[in-house]
């Protein structure tokens, strides 16, 4: 009993990690970044608030990773119940968290494009715009997938 009370802890506290870092990633910093149906504003208000959607992609891979970890204690607790059942969840997991990752990896080249923003707006603004767009909706894509 006390090896289950401390598998259900962790368990907990891994949730706890999930849900404070996935609303922060995946609601509160595309509230403030992104405008829907406008790439300049949209374009703008990354570049005003860079660290915060750097912070946004932190969270992103801290909950992805905590995701990660998290149905090994669930399996310690649950595989007593329905070891098939467990075995599946972990199997969803462990296939979703890749996908969720490579997805992430659209934010990081948002921030790639932003460095070069200054050679690229020399080719036209429109394009930076475009390429951010196409990054968020990879993106996005990338995560209804997963």
Same mark, same amino acid.
Request: net charge positive; charged share 10%.
């Given at each position: ?9 962790l368990a907990?506290?891994l949730y ?7 609303? =922060?990633s &995946? +609601?509160? $910093? !595309? ?12 374009l *703008?208000?990354?570049t ?6 750097r ?21 310690r ?8 059942a ?5 199997? =969803?997991? &462990? +296939?979703? $968290? !890749? ?9 990081l080249?948002?921030l *790639?494009?932003l ?8 080719l036209?603004?429109?394009?930076v ?16 997938v997963?």
């Amino acid at each position: 009993m006390p090896s289950n009370k401390r598998h259900a802890r962790l368990a907990g506290l891994l949730y706890l990690v999930v849900v404070v870092t996935g609303f =922060f990633s &995946l +609601a509160y $910093v !595309p509230a403030q970044t992104l405008v829907s149906g406008d790439a300049a504003a949209t374009l *703008s208000r990354i570049t005003a608030s860079e660290f915060l959607f750097r912070l946004g992609i932190a969270a992103g891979f801290l909950c992805y990773a905590a995701f990660l970890l998290l149905p090994f204690p669930l399996y310690r607790l649950l595989s007593p119940v329905h070891r098939g059942a467990a075995l599946l969840m972990a199997a =969803f997991v &462990l +296939a979703s $968290v !890749p996908i969720s990752l490579i997805a992430l990896t659209h934010k990081l080249d948002i921030l *790639s494009i932003l460095q070069e923003g200054g050679r690229l707006r020399a080719l036209g603004g429109d394009q930076v715009q475009a390429q951010v767009m196409l990054s968020l909706e990879a993106y996005r894509n990338g995560v209804l997938v997963s």
